[in-house]
């Protein structure tokens, strides 16, 4: 009797044990992917901050320049001034945008959005994207081409919606080739409804396309870059992502012939 409690005893030592072993080993690889994660939060971080100083001292010291010719009339003759206030009034918008869109990013971040949603005409959302977009598209003899079809409804947050599509639209028009064409697809299938902007970028490395909705992630070297005016590279593609999401929906992106394709899932209106 003794042999058989200690026996037991040992038994229930070991099995309790090996528990607390698989416990003790999987507290450690959650800790490790902790410290992973917050090692590419904090890169992202400092990425974040780097990217954004460059893009605010480079507008800001050509604004400084400019300002100081006015005042010191070191330019007078009326086609230089009204170039320069042109000028003055575009990096400016550039640079307010770009405010805009960090606020929204921390928004998303922050799970601080607040959306209203109800049942969206997708080709609505798309007229008015297309027409927003074009006189961007047409400073650089770009078409923007929305498909003659069957646009499909869905559930979402007409604002944010919109702004997800005008983002994508900018991004294309940034990295088409002047005289190049963006086109814009809609749709059904079995998962809810989709939405495509396709471009001739000249295609995205495989080994960068998990990355281009990162926070600051740019790809010019793989891409052609067009240098819109009002271009949105380095947080309109995380904007996307964050609102598509926060729809419960998801964004991809795949190379084709001569460019890329963005496609948005959303859920469809029942």
Not at 29 to 48: F, H, I, N, S
Not at 63 to 87: G, I, Q, S, W
Not at 137 to 144: E, G, K, L, P, W
Request: with cysteine.
């Amino acid at each position: 009797m003794v042999l058989v409690t200690v026996a037991a005893g040992t038994a229930v030592s070991l099995a309790v044990g090996w528990l607390f072993g698989r416990r003790l080993a999987a507290a450690a690889v959650w800790a490790a992917q902790a410290r992973e994660r917050e090692r590419t939060l904090e890169k992202g971080r400092r990425d974040l901050v780097a990217w954004v100083s460059h893009d605010l001292r480079t507008p800001l010291t050509g604004l400084r320049a400019m300002a100081e010719a006015l005042e010191d009339k070191v330019v007078h003759d009326p086609a230089t001034v009204a170039e320069y206030h042109r000028r003055i009034r575009v990096e400016s918008d550039r640079m307010a945008r770009l405010v805009d869109d960090l606020f929204e990013l921390s928004r998303i971040n922050a799970g601080a959005l607040r959306l209203s949603p109800s049942t969206v005409p997708l080709g609505d959302v798309v007229s008015d994207a297309v027409a927003a977009t074009a006189p961007i598209a047409d400073t650089r003899r770009i078409r923007v081409v929305a498909a003659e079809s069957t646009w499909p409804a869905v559930r979402a947050s007409e604002p944010e919606l919109t702004r997800v599509v005008a983002n994508l639209l900018l991004n294309a028009v940034r990295y088409t080739p002047e005289d190049g064409t963006v086109w814009v697809s809609g749709g059904n299938d079995r998962d809810g409804a989709w939405l495509a902007v396709a471009d001739t970028c000249g295609g995205i490395p495989e080994a960068d396309l998990p990355r281009v909705f990162d926070v600051a992630f740019r790809g010019e070297r793989a891409r052609t870059p067009g240098g819109a005016d009002g271009a949105v590279g380095g947080l309109g593609l995380a904007i996307v992502r964050g609102l598509v999401e926060a729809h419960g929906g998801r964004v991809d992106a795949h190379n084709i012939p001569n460019g890329c394709r963005f496609v948005v899932h959303l859920p469809a209106v029942p």
